[in-house]
């Protein structure tokens, strides 16, 4: 599959790097270090401040990867469903024209680059407003959770779904769609095509024509009902499995403070953003027979309940 070969790899890479460097907290950590050999190099506000910046930087790193890794794999299986269908009949439609169907193949490849790019499209261009938001999430969970408090698992799994249902609410009317797909996908892939060739390639309108059809078929299928379904239960589950392995590492019994389960948590991103066909969790997300089920019905070109 184009999703498995070349498409999620590079998206996964990406967004990794943006991740890892954005929600860095070595430095956070660094400044505490400090302030445990010289006791006049942080002020007790300071203190609490970086331990403050740290909590809501733990938790927003691993669920937004959490989020990203989830959406991302959905959302390229989408594409590929789609321009799949779509090349299924365009060959049906040529099929005793072979002149015909070459000519559509040469002239439609850059228009199906185009259009499986925009899995790129959050990491390139949203990456940092995606962030901010789910920033916000974990501040507005997490202030009524001090450091000192103690978590069990099932307390840091609610934790996490409400950061993920909180990040939900905020984004009103579906908006969390316009951090994967662009408001005006021939503009932005012709701004794409000219920053990669240097110059404007007027012979790719035909193909731009194309990829708004299949950009537009793309963000119906990701507002319908149907979507959202599966993107929630996938969620949901990765949420409880990342959860269940951080039990594995840590022995929680009846809790531990929260400032001492901060670095796990930090942790639980890096297997989140692994490439694909070394990250069980997306693995995970693609044997739910619901999600399955949902793919099944897409190529078929049943239409999503709206």
């Known amino acids: 599959?184009?999703?498995?070969?070349?498409?999620?790899?590079?998206?996964?890479?990406?967004?990794?790097?943006?991740?890892?460097?954005?929600?860095?907290?070595?430095?956070?950590?660094?400044?505490?270090?400090q302030g445990k050999v010289d006791s006049s190099a942080l002020t007790p506000n300071e203190k609490y401040d970086t331990w403050e910046e740290i909590k809501i930087k733990s938790f927003t790193k691993t669920v937004s990867s959490m989020w990203a890794m989830t959406l991302?794999?959905?959302?390229?299986?989408?594409?590929?469903?789609?321009?799949g269908r779509h090349l299924y009949l365009d060959f049906a439609r040529d099929t005793t024209d072979a002149q015909l169907q070459?000519?559509?193949?040469?002239?439609?490849?850059?228009?199906?680059?185009?259009?499986?790019a925009m899995a790129d499209y959050l990491v390139t261009d949203k990456i940092t407003a995606f962030i901010m938001q789910m920033q916000r999430a974990a501040t507005e969970v997490l202030k009524e959770k001090p450091l000192k408090d103690r978590m069990n698992m099932d307390?840091?799994?609610?934790?996490?779904?409400?950061?993920?249902?909180?990040?939900?609410?905020?984004?009103?009317?579906?908006?969390?769609?316009?951090?994967?797909?662009?408001?005006n996908p021939p503009v932005y892939a012709q701004l794409m095509a000219v920053s990669s060739s240097g110059f404007d390639d007027s012979s790719l309108l035909n193909d731009f024509r194309k990829l708004d059809q299949l950009m537009s078929e793309t963000r119906i299928v990701l507002a319908s009902d149907d979507f959202r379904n599966i993107m929630e239960r996938s969620l949901r589950k990765i949420a409880e499995v990342v959860v269940g392995d951080l039990a594995v590492q840590t022995t929680l019994g009846s809790g531990l403070p929260l400032a001492t389960l901060l670095p796990k948590v930090g942790h639980l991103s890096s297997p989140l953003l692994e490439e694909p066909n070394n990250n069980k969790y997306i693995q995970i997300i693609r044997s739910m027979p619901e999600v399955e089920l949902f793919y099944t019905f897409l190529y078929a070109n049943m239409p999503p309940e709206t």
């Open 72 to 83: 991302l794999s959905l959302y390229v299986r989408v594409q590929v469903t789609i321009l």
């Open 1 to 33: 599959m184009i999703c498995d070969t070349t498409t999620l790899p590079l998206a996964m890479h990406h967004l990794s790097d943006k991740i890892m460097s954005q929600l860095d907290i070595s430095k956070l950590i660094d400044k505490l270090r």
């Open 155 to 183: 307390q840091v799994l609610q934790t996490v779904i409400q950061i993920l249902d909180t990040f939900m609410d905020l984004c009103e009317a579906n908006s969390w769609i316009n951090y994967l797909v662009p408001e």
């Open 102 to 116: 070459a000519e559509s193949d040469t002239f439609s490849e850059n228009g199906h680059k185009s259009f499986l």
